[in-house]
């Protein structure tokens, strides 16, 4: 790798020597190293561009598809962006040259999908955007080579489906942000590896269920973000798992069934040094019924309480019905027996007379 590293950087010093020309319309800064085709209306990359090209600006035109050819040796290329076209498609094999591209920004597309050798060639890239597309799944092979990735940002798709392990290979990602999909749940294994994640932002989905070792691996977690999601109810053991200096969690906006259950988790997470829940005061009950819009924190005193009330009105029920029927049954006895007594001694009655 370092060998070709090498050579790529002999090759743009030998391209920089040439005498290089800025595309029709788009403007050249610092001799060739910015180029700025913002807003021109292309259908397609500008050819030709200067091979000493440090930051290429496409956004804002009527860009359709990435061919394998559109940025061809642009080896010193550091910044790409690409937002705000209509791009649908990403040709297999499109960024292969860009070893050296550390931020990559297509947010505001078309995609439904990224192609399963996306991140070939970039090894260097260290900032992905693609939010506001129109992704469904993710797959493992897309992201597997981007081990020097640290921020990625899929928000405001339509993820329903991440494959086990689509994560696996980017040990160096701080921020996640997948918040404004379709998700319902998280699964064990999501997020396995990453252990230098400091902000996870899964807000805004459709999540339900949580499996208790989703946050196993996550020993760098500062911020779990929760909110806006169809959460009714917690594991305690879930964020037990998150072995962190300290983490911030938010879980507002959640259709929370408030019951002894609910307060005992989240009294628990409370008295955990390490976890603290941001918006705790924010929470509101959706059910039982009775409680539908109440704020948890006025009646999250109250909730065991009433529950061992409950018990406690259930177990006399029960222990004044076994009552009167030990004496229901004593009172039979005896009446049984004087009876039988009563019985027992008519003849002999009898034969004295």
Request: charged fraction near 20%; glycine fraction near 4%.
């Amino acid at each position: 790798m370092a060998a070709l590293l090498s050579l790529l950087q002999i090759a743009c010093s030998l391209h920089a020597n040439l005498p290089q020309s800025c595309p029709q319309s788009c403007l050249c800064y610092d001799s060739s190293n910015l180029v700025e085709c913002r807003g021109l209306e292309l259908l397609v990359v500008p050819h030709h561009l200067p091979h000493s090209t440090w930051m290429l600006d496409l956004r804002h035109n009527n860009l359709s598809r990435l061919d394998p050819a559109s940025f061809q040796a642009l080896w010193s290329l550091r910044i790409l962006l690409l937002s705000d076209n209509y791009i649908e498609v990403v040709s297999s094999r499109c960024f292969r040259s860009l070893g050296f591209l550390e931020r990559l920004d297509i947010s505001s597309n078309l995609l439904i999908s990224l192609p399963l050798d996306f991140s070939r060639g970039l090894g260097s890239l260290r900032e992905l955007r693609v939010p506001s597309n129109r992704l469904t799944s993710l797959n493992y092979e897309s992201l597997r080579h981007l081990e020097s990735l640290e921020k990625l940002d899929l928000s405001r798709n339509y993820l329903s489906t991440i494959e086990q392990g689509a994560f696996r290979g980017l040990s160096r990602l701080r921020h996640l942000h997948l918040q404004s999909n379709f998700l319902d749940s998280v699964r064990g294994g999501y997020f396995f590896m990453l252990q230098n994640l400091e902000l996870l932002d899964l807000s805004d989905n459709n999540i339900s269920s949580i499996a208790v070792e989703s946050f196993t691996s996550l020993h760098s977690l500062r911020l779990l973000a929760l909110s806006e999601n169809q959460l009714s109810h917690l594991k305690f053991k879930t964020f037990l798992n998150l072995q962190t200096p300290s983490t911030h969690i938010q879980v507002s906006g959640n259709p929370w069934v408030c019951d002894c259950d609910l307060q005992r988790v989240f009294g628990k997470i409370n008295s955990v040094r390490h976890l603290h829940i941001d918006d705790y005061d924010n929470l509101t009950c959706e059910g039982p019924s009775q409680l539908s819009g109440a704020a948890l924190v006025s009646v999250d005193n109250q909730l065991c309480v009433a529950e061992t009330a409950t018990v406690l009105v259930i177990t006399i029920t029960v222990l004044v019905t076994v009552i009167a029927a030990i004496v229901m049954a004593e009172r039979n006895r005896k009446k049984n027996q004087d009876k039988n007594w009563n019985d027992t001694d008519g003849p002999f009655e009898t034969q004295d007379k």
